[in-house]
DNA sequence: CCGGAGCATGACGGTTGCGTGACGATGCCC
DNA sequence: GGGCATCGTCACGCAACCGTCATGCTCCGG
């Protein structure tokens, strides 16, 4: 929880731990970045007035690094600024006061939505393979790999979503930002990506194709 | 959406469309629920207070038998009911009146996180088999099985709605998006997935046929 | 017991999906 | 400006998959 005011922050952190929550509290979003980066939490709750970096800004910044559930609590209820925060990433908007059975259900209900979802990391590990999205770069047994950036970017996004399968067309929106366009042109990136972090090309371990469907990458 | 009162479900309409999205108007749960039913939306938005089966229930059963984002709809602010709501299924809850802009945005901000495609979230699990859509893979008893893109959507669909009977028509619209066809395509099919599924096909325990009727995933 | 409707199954051609190697365009560094 | 790395497009070939059909079986009512 990101969250400047003392009093606000106790009383919730407080409030959250007897609904069986285990929560860390941070007065500032450098602070709460750098404690969420240092050990990854399933959900950041984030005011948005803040001394520093801005609530929006740290939500983006949430967004952008992982997958972790991010719910503003803010004092503003101005339509333009719930707008903002739900665009910049956020999952959910409440307006303080904040009932605690509210927020609590709330949390629940976007982390159902969540379930078997990517775990927020700094580095991702996935069998013998770590990608560190921040350091960028990618190690194969311990050993770096040297990746390409349309590689590294394809990697992340399926390491991100490990063991689920993405369609040639998440891919191509997520990784080309392209909302339509050839879907070969993922097939050629995964062959490229495979010819490096793969030891039998024709059969692939860690990269899979699920015909009809997509990519995945093997937890 | 499905609202009672008829000027607020019209302007609602209205200005949804005018964001960008394609809505179907009902009065009842009732009438809704069969709508979404025969073609299922992305999204449900519901009123809580209607005649006949209730905002809860209706919460409840949409959640039960499919996995559209559900969106409550209400007058009512009291944090009994947004809890109520949530826990039933719903994936968020305003209250009305509700500014459009923000309903927009927090019904992007619910399907952000489960956007690309009609395969379902969770993993489902009917007696010895394991369906997991978002990962594209089946197992029984623990063991992968190697299925083919429309062994797996068709196992998909039964699995969602396991225990009930499927009408070779339903099946033929919601794997095929057929809205006619030959129905012997799907006994082709069903046939293929049992020969994978089935430990004795003559005499199936998982995937059983109702003459007359269709078939269903046995729980 | 018989006939018909409903269902299962095996085989087969056409199609689709995927992997790969080659090539030109582009941008960057020296 | 030349050399190099990377990117996107294309064409080709193979293998897997799909849908159709024909045949034969099973269940049920008469």
Redesign the interface.
């Known amino acids: 929880m990101i969250e400047d005011d003392d009093r606000i922050r106790r009383s919730l952190v407080l409030a959250l731990e007897d609904e069986g929550y285990a929560v860390r509290g941070s007065t500032t979003a450098e602070e709460g970045l750098a404690a969420h980066r240092a050990e990854p939490a399933d959900a950041v709750l984030v005011d948005l007035m803040l001394p520093g970096i801005d609530g929006f800004e740290c939500v983006r910044q949430l967004r952008r690094d992982g997958d972790a559930t991010i719910v503003v609590v803010s004092a503003r209820d101005d ?2 600024d ?2 903002a925060a ?2 910049a990433g ?4 409440l307006v303080k006061p904040v ?1 605690i ?2 927020l ?3 949390l ?3 982390r159902r ?5 990517p775990i927020a990391t700094g580095t991702i590990v996935v069998g013998d393979l770590e990608i560190r999205p921040e350091a960028g770069e990618v190690r194969l047994r311990g050993e770096l790999v040297a990746l390409t950036r349309t590689e590294f970017l394809l990697l992340c996004e399926l390491g991100q979503h490990a ?5 040639r ?2 891919l191509l929106s997520r990784v080309w930002e392209y909302e339509f366009g050839d879907e070969r042109l993922v097939d050629v990136h995964v062959g490229r990506l495979r010819q490096k972090i793969e030891d039998d090309t024709t059969a692939p371990r860690r990269l899979v194709t ?5 990519y ?1 990458l093997q937890r």
Not at 113 to 117: A, D, E, I, Q
Not at 163 to 167: A, I, K, T
């Open positions: 339509t333009h719930i707008v739900l665009e956020a999952d959910d908007y009932a059975k509210e609590s259900a709330r629940r209900a976007v939505r969540n379930r078997g979802g063991g689920q399968v993405l369609s067309q998440q699920v015909r009809g469907l997509g995945k």
